[in-house]
Structures are given as C-alpha cells and as structure tokens.
C-alpha cells in the first residue's frame, strides 16, 4: 500500500475569526463549514468548492512583522468569471489585475482583511 496526499488544509492567522468569516463568506462566497464555538470562535474552517481554509485567531503581539503573513494559490476554473464575481465584491487593492504570466498563468491577487494573500490562477 503507497501513501496519498489529497487534500491541503491551510491554516491563516487573523486577529479576529468573527471579522475573517465575514469577509470570507459574505464576499468571497465561502460557507461555514465549523466553528469552535459559535459565538465569539478562536478556529474555524470555510469551504467553497473543492477548498477549505482554516482561519485562526492569533494574538495582537503576534503580528509585529506586517509582511509575515501566508500567500495561498487557488486553481481556479473559469477565471474571468471569479474575476468579475469578486470586482463586484470590493475585495481589490490598486493593483489588482487579472493578467497573464510570463510563467504561463492567467491570475489575479488580492489581500484579506489581516493581510493574508490570495491568488487565484488557472494554467494558460
């Protein structure tokens, strides 16, 4: 019998789950898929699609370095349609642009409320 990985479950800091799944589920169109507790949670999981995210609460004085934070890539079917989807949404910095790369990808890029990077990509 040969192991398998099938499934990546990241984990991203945020300094308050409340405000993350907000974001998560009312812009970026995630659902709740656990919480800790239901009212005030320190760990909870969104899922939308084949993806699930964790978000954790993490202390104020944990967050000293304001460029330490995780950059996830999400394949994604039918980009120009996710693009528009989020435009909509007021999730977009100033440069954020759906383009393709020199490494042969058609992406765009944003950040959550706590700085985490989300890039969205499908191959060209």
């Known amino acids: 019998m040969k192991a398998y990985l099938h499934q990546i479950h990241p984990v991203l800091p945020v300094r308050d789950v409340v405000e993350a799944l907000d974001f998560y589920v009312n812009r970026l169109g995630f659902k709740i898929a656990f919480a800790d507790d239901s009212k005030k949670p320190t760990y909870a999981g969104i899922m939308r ?66 700085k985490n990077g989300l890039t969205f990509y499908r191959d060209v």
């Open 49 to 114: 699609d084949g993806i699930e995210i964790h978000l954790q609460w993490h202390d104020a004085k944990e967050w000293e370095i304001a460029v330490d934070r995780p950059m996830l890539r999400i394949v994604a079917e039918n980009i120009e349609v996710l693009y528009e989807e989020f435009a909509d949404k007021d999730v977009f910095h100033d440069h954020t642009l759906l383009r393709e790369t020199a490494w042969g990808t058609k992406e765009f890029a944003f950040y959550d409320p706590f």
